[in-house]
C-alpha cells in the first residue's frame, strides 16, 4: 500500500476488484488516465468468481426481451474466443426437451407481465424459436456452429443417461471461462503494464491496484481507506470516484457518506462433484435445462470434474453467502430429473461455492425475471472541499465486462474531458497473446517448453494456468533452485515464490482458491496446505507463528464457504 501512500491523489479511484471494476481499471491505464484501484478482498473474491463459469450470450434472457443484452453478450462471447483463448473455451450445451408445444402460450405472459404463475415448461417450438433468434445475433462475426435439432432417438445415442421421457435435445454453443480468476488477473496485470509504460516505468505509473484495502470513509482530507491485513489507514483523493463493488454498492456508498437504494442481490450456489459416471455422461458437453420448478440450471464437465448449479433467491447482505443443504438436496434432484440412473450423494462433493449476483433492486418481481443488463449512476458528493462525481455500477455480468469496462471508462473520461486512445475490442488479454490455437499447437508448444528440469506435464500445468505468460514463470523457475512439492505436481517452490513476487498474495488462501484450481478440484490437503504457507513464509517474511495462523485460516475458509475438509494424504 506504501504506492498509495507516497502518492495519494489519482485522477479516477475505483473502489471493487471484481471483473467488471479490474476492466476499467485496465481500460482507463489504456487511455493514459492516472487510476487506482482498491479490493477490499482479494481479486475476484466476491461474485466474480463465485460464478458458473460461463461466458454466454444469455440465451433465456430472451424471455425477458433484453435483446440489446443478449446481441451485446454474443458479440462479446465471440470476441473473447478471440482475445482470451487461453482461459473461454467453446462449450458445446445440449438441452434435454421434454414436450413439444408447452408453454407457447403462458410464455408471453411472462414475457409482458415478468411473473412466473403456474409454471407452464417451455416445449419444442418454443426453445427452437429461441434458438432461431438467438443464432441470428451472431450472424455477423459468429465464431461458434448453429443450433441443431434431433429427436429422442438419436439424442439417447449421442447421450445414453439422459432421462428416456426425453422427446427431443437441442445442441448449441456458447462458451465457458474455467479459470475466471486468473482471467481477472491478467486483465489487471495488463492495467498495471499499460499504466507503467505510460510513464516509463513502475516506480511512478499511472494505474495502481492493491487488493486488501477497503474505502471505509470519507473525512475532511479525503476518502479513508483502510489495510485489511495491518489495519493502518490513510486518505486518498481523487478527481472522479468508479464504485464497482457488486451487490455492496450501496454499502460502500453508505460508508462514503452517501445512502443509496439501487441493488437487490440474488445468491446462487454451485457444487463440484468428482463423480466419473456423471463425467461421462455428460459426454463432454454442458447440459443445460429448466428443471420441473421452471428454474433454468445446468450440468457441465470441468476437466475431471462436474459443475452443477445454479440458484437464485434473494440474499441476505449481512451474511457470507454459502451453498445450503437444502440446496445441495436440489442440485441432487435436478441431476436425477435428467440422468435418472445415476446415483449422487454427498460423498461426490468436492467443493460448493456461492455468491450474490450484483442486480438492481427488483421489490416484488421475481429473481429469475430481474434484468441481467447494467447501468450506471451518477452523483457527485463533496470530499476535501471539492465536489466529486461518483459512478456506481448497478448489475453487469461475466460476458459483457470488456464491454461494460469500455462503457464506465467513456463516462469517465467524458468527465475529465479526455479522448479515448485505444479500443479494448480487439486486443489480447493477457497470456491469451500468441496463444496455441489447435491441440496440435498446444502439444508443440509444450514440446518447445519442456527443457532443463521442467518436464511436458509440468509445462502443460503452467500453460493452462498462465497462458503464454507461462514463458515468464518457466524463466523464474530455471533461475533458482526449484522443488516441485510432494503433495501435488501441479505447484513448486518456486511458482509460489513468482506468485509471492507477482500477484499479491494476501493470505494463503488466495493461492488455493484464486490462483490455482486446487481447492475447486478437491485436491487440497493438510500436506499441501503446510508446504504453500512454507514456500509464501520465505518469499514474505512469514515466521512460524503466521505460516501456523495461514493455514488455519484456510481451513476455517474452507470448512465454512467451501464445504471443504482437508484432510491428509498420509494414511
Request: negative net charge; glycine residues 10%; charged residues 20%.
Amino acid at each position: 500500500m506504501d504506492h498509495l501512500r507516497s502518492r495519494p491523489h489519482a485522477q479516477v479511484l475505483i473502489i471493487g476488484g471484481g471483473i467488471n471494476g479490474v476492466g476499467t481499471f485496465r481500460d482507463l491505464a489504456l487511455q493514459g488516465i492516472d487510476v487506482v484501484l482498491v479490493e477490499r478482498g482479494d481479486y475476484c473474491q466476491g461474485a466474480s468468481g463465485a460464478s458458473s463459469h460461463m461466458i454466454h450470450g444469455g440465451i433465456r434472457y430472451l424471455e425477458n426481451g433484453e435483446f440489446r443484452l443478449v446481441q451485446e453478450s454474443v458479440v462479446e462471447r465471440n470476441g473473447l474466443l478471440a482475445i482470451a483463448p487461453h482461459y473461454v473455451k467453446p462449450l458445446k450445451t445440449t438441452i434435454p426437451i421434454f414436450s413439444t408445444t408447452s408453454g407457447i402460450l403462458s410464455a408471453p405472459l411472462r414475457f409482458l407481465t415478468h411473473k412466473r404463475g403456474k409454471h407452464v415448461e417451455r416445449g419444442a417450438f418454443l426453445i427452437k424459436a429461441g434458438l432461431t433468434l438467438y443464432d441470428s445475433f451472431s450472424r455477423n462475426g459468429g465464431s461458434v456452429p448453429r443450433h441443431q435439432f434431433i429427436g429422442r432417438t438419436k439424442a439417447l445415442a449421442e447421450l445414453p443417461a439422459l432421462n428416456p421421457g426425453i422427446k427431443y435435445a437441442a445442441t448449441y454453443y456458447d462458451a465457458s471461462v474455467h479459470n475466471p480468476e486468473r482471467l481477472t488477473l491478467d486483465v489487471l496485470q495488463d492495467g498495471q503494464k499499460a499504466g507503467a509504460n505510460g510513464t516509463g516505468g513502475a516506480g511512478n505509473s499511472l494505474a495502481r491496484a492493491t487488493n486488501y484495502v477497503s474505502a471505509t470513509a470519507v473525512t475532511d482530507d479525503g476518502v479513508e481507506l483502510t489495510d485489511q491485513l495491518t489495519g493502518d489507514t490513510f486518505t486518498f483523493t481523487a478527481d472522479v470516484i468508479v464504485n464497482t463493488t457488486g451487490a455492496w454498492v450501496d454499502q460502500t456508498n453508505a460508508a462514503m457518506g452517501a445512502a443509496t437504494r439501487y441493488m437487490g442481490g440474488t445468491k446462487g450456489s454451485h457444487i463440484v462433484l468428482d463423480h466419473p459416471e456423471l463425467l461421462a455422461a455428460c459426454n463432454g458437453r454442458e447440459i443445460f435445462f429448466e428443471h420441473t420448478d421452471g428454474r433454468i440450471v445446468l450440468i457441465y464437465p470441468m476437466g475431471d470434474r462436474v459443475l452443477v448449479g445454479t440458484t437464485d433467491v434473494d440474499a441476505d447482505m449481512s451474511e457470507i453467502p454459502v451453498c445450503t443443504p437444502a440446496e445441495v438436496d436440489y442440485f441432487f434432484e435436478l441431476i436425477g430429473h435428467v440422468f435418472p440412473a445415476i446415483t449422487i450423494g454427498r460423498e461426490n462433493i468436492v467443493y460448493s461455492f456461492a455468491g450474490v449476483r450484483p442486480l438492481p433492486r427488483h421489490d416484488e418481481t421475481q429473481p429469475g425475471f430481474v434484468s441481467r443488463d447494467y447501468r450506471i449512476e451518477r452523483s457527485d458528493r463533496t470530499i476535501a472541499g471539492k465536489a466529486v462525481p461518483t459512478l456506481s455500477l448497478v448489475g453487469g455480468k461475466w460476458t459483457t465486462f470488456r464491454a461494460l469496462s469500455e462503457h464506465m471508462a467513456n463516462d469517465v473520461l467524458a468527465i475529465l474531458a479526455k479522448p479515448r486512445q485505444v479500443s479494448t475490442a480487439k486486443l489480447p488479454i493477457g497470456g491469451g497473446a500468441g496463444f496455441p490455437r489447435s491441440d496440435a499447437d498446444i502439444e508443440q508448444w509444450i514440446r518447445t517448453h519442456a527443457t532443463g528440469t521442467i518436464d511436458a506435464t509440468r509445462v502443460a500445468v503452467l500453460l493452462t494456468r498462465y497462458g503464454t505468460r507461462a514463458m515468464d514463470v518457466i524463466a523464474y523457475l530455471q533461475a533458482g533452485d526449484d522443488h516441485v512439492f510432494s503433495s501435488t505436481r501441479e505447484l513448486s517452490s518456486r511458482e509460489v515464490a513468482f506468485m509471492a513476487e507477482h500477484e499479491q498474495i494476501g493470505h494463503l488462501i488466495d493461492v488455493l482458491i484464486r490462483r490455482t484450481s486446487l481447492a475447486f478440484r478437491g485436491l487440497v490437503s493438510t500436506e499441501l496446505m503446510t508446504e504453500t504457507a512454507e514456500a509464501l513464509g520465505a518469499s514474505l517474511g512469514w515466521d512460524a507463528a503466521r505460516c501456523a495462523a495461514e493455514i488455519h485460516h484456510a481451513q476455517g475458509i474452507l470448512a465454512r464457504f467451501h464445504g471443504v475438509q482437508a484432510e491428509s494424504l498420509i494414511a
